[in-house]
């Protein structure tokens, strides 16, 4: 079961302020680019402060700029109640497929995940599996991942892989420009200084603060008078002596109003219910039937724009029937090949003929296999002289695939990214005409294999790797252990260097270190080139450095740039926690990025903050727990430096 996203609930009608601004621009780039900026966004803040707001408005923007991507919106309880639901019903791989399709995925108050280690268990393997599609999360909580009680660290770690970022309640101009929208949208007027007056109370969040707007607005209704400034203090109890007094004055006045607008309301219910045509009730119901199993409705959608259509039901029942097609298809399609069934368009009536030819290239063994992520192209990559070697063989490669260092082994420790100059390979050899490129974890490539065995379709999964002009794994230590999985690597191993097509591979070690690996692998490996990624050298911290917090025609302090790049760091990603502290002091402080602001963050006691405006709320989070430890990092570029946030660099 999901809910639908509120319609009310956007950007346009989202107050935006300096406890929120960070958080909401974070969404917007989410919204823009999604499973391109932050994979996956994690916010966090207390109740009634904006999360399930941002949240839909995330969804509602997507749904606007992509209306053919898959949104799903629902709480975690939500997805709790529909996992137990379908293992109940013996529907867990389907319900697994199901939310593996979505393209993006909102998920509410996930602190809720708390003590529940089944459901933690089948988090991450979701969210492994739509960052590894390029599908993109979004997650709410009232605390950040560290904080929730028996957390996997597994799961902080991933949420903390992405972006954190909190929101914090709103400070006294955003609390003025909050209560100035909801009373034009009440069509409610004060007098001058009243609803400055609410904004000057004491509200813990924008709920409170809607509760005492309403109060007043209730009251003028009411009494069919304007208020002052005096009264509605009165009205709040902002003076204690009149507190109880107006109190319940105000519960008297407010209580006929209640029942005559009860009675007002159920008058407007009976006549709407007479004036709605039986046709439509027809079709809301299809509506919301077939949108919570999660399937597109926008045929059934255009019906209720028309004033009177012919054949309601024939329509229905003609979107029924594809539907009942789809379903037919995807089932058969997850027979083969588990990846492919969660696709987008196994979703959507009007793309019966897309999932028709894509079930049929399933059926031939020409669904290609999980190609290289586009978050990691050639161009970001940071080069110096502890990679150059290593790059320079990847540019040789890309030039001459196949032919001049096959297979190509890119070994060095976690951190110094080899994951992105796998994938970055794999872009550019995607480019050529007629390229399949296979680009993959090698435990996804396991998965794959053990799947294929269990439906007893290996003959087609073999086919489908065969197809691939280049295969490219991560990780390739994992196959230790793995006899059956070596075997089938070992024969695509042959086959690609007869047919001169590229094999590329990541390993923490050479590949003589690796420990077991067949001895025919290990010789098959060492057979091409093995170049190594050293610990990151001065001028390749000074190039990243530089990268992550220069802006157009603005460059970075040159003090700045070579005190962190003379930083002890033995990885891009130690660098990136370094940069964090450093951004983050000078937007609190409201000062320049320099060399001297670094250095007394790094080395000593940070300055005093200079806001004058109160201390800045909303931020980055780095988890106590280490939660960016299995990540490297990179700097995104923002307009504002105070705003910079750290994007994800592997």
Sequence with gaps: MTTALNPKYSFDTFVVGSANRLAVTAGRTVAENPGAAYNPLFVYSGSGLGKTHLLMAIGQAVKKLAPGLNIEYLTL????????????????????????????????????????????????????????????????????????????????????????????????????????????????????????????????????LMGALNRLVAYQAVNETQINAETARQLLG?????????????????????????????????????????????????????????????????????????????????????????????????????????????????????AEAAAAQVRAGGAPPPGPSAAFPLASYAVGPSNDVAVSAVRDVIARPGKKYNPLVLVGKSGLGKTHLLNAIGLELARARGAVVACLSTQAFIDELIAAIDGDHVDWWRARYRRATALLLDDIHLLAGKDRTQQELFNLFNLFLDKERQLVFTAPAAPGALEGLEERIVTRLGGGLVAELSEPDRELKRHFVERALGEPGVPPDAALLDYLADRPVDSVRSLVPVLQRVVSAAAAQDVPLTAGLARDVLEGQPREARRSGGPRTSGIVVSSLGGVKSREKMVWDWPDVADRLIEEYR
């Design 77 to 208: 309880d939500e997805y709790v109640e529909a996992f137990h639901a379908a293992i109940a019903a013996g529907q867990g791989d389907a319900f697994r497929r199901r939310f593996q399709g979505v393209d993006v995925l909102l998920v509410d108050d996930v602190q809720f995940l708390a003590k529940r280690k089944e459901m933690q268990s089948e988090l991450l393997r979701l969210t492994e599996a739509l960052q590894v599609a390029g599908h993109q999360i979004v997650l709410t909580s009232d605390r950040p991942p560290g904080e929730i009680a028996d957390l996997d660290e597994r799961l902080i770690s991933r949420f903390s892989g992405g972006l954190v970022v909190d929101i914090g309640p709103p400070d006294y101009e955003t609390r003025v420009a909050i209560l100035r929208r909801k009373a034009e949208e009440r069509a409610a007027r004060f007098a001058p200084g009243v609803l400055e007056t609410v904004a000057g109370a004491a509200f813990d969040n924008v709920r409170e």
């Design 238 to 354: 902002l003076k204690a002596e009149a507190a109880v007094a107006v109190g319940a004055a105000v519960s008297r006045a407010a209580a006929p109003a209640a029942d005559e607008f009860g009675q007002f309301l159920a008058d407007v219910t009976v006549g709407l219910g007479k004036a709605v045509e039986a046709w439509r009730a027809r079709v809301a119901e299809a509506i919301l039937r077939w949108e919570g199993e999660g399937y597109r409705t926008r045929r059934l959608e255009a019906l209720l724009q028309q004033e009177a259509p012919t054949a309601v039901d024939d329509a229905i029942g003609a979107y029924e029937k594809d539907v009942e097609r789809l379903k037919r298809l995807e089932g058969e399609v997850a027979q083969l090949d588990p990846q492919a069934s969660g696709q987008s368009l196994f979703r959507d009536p009007e793309r019966l003929a897309d």
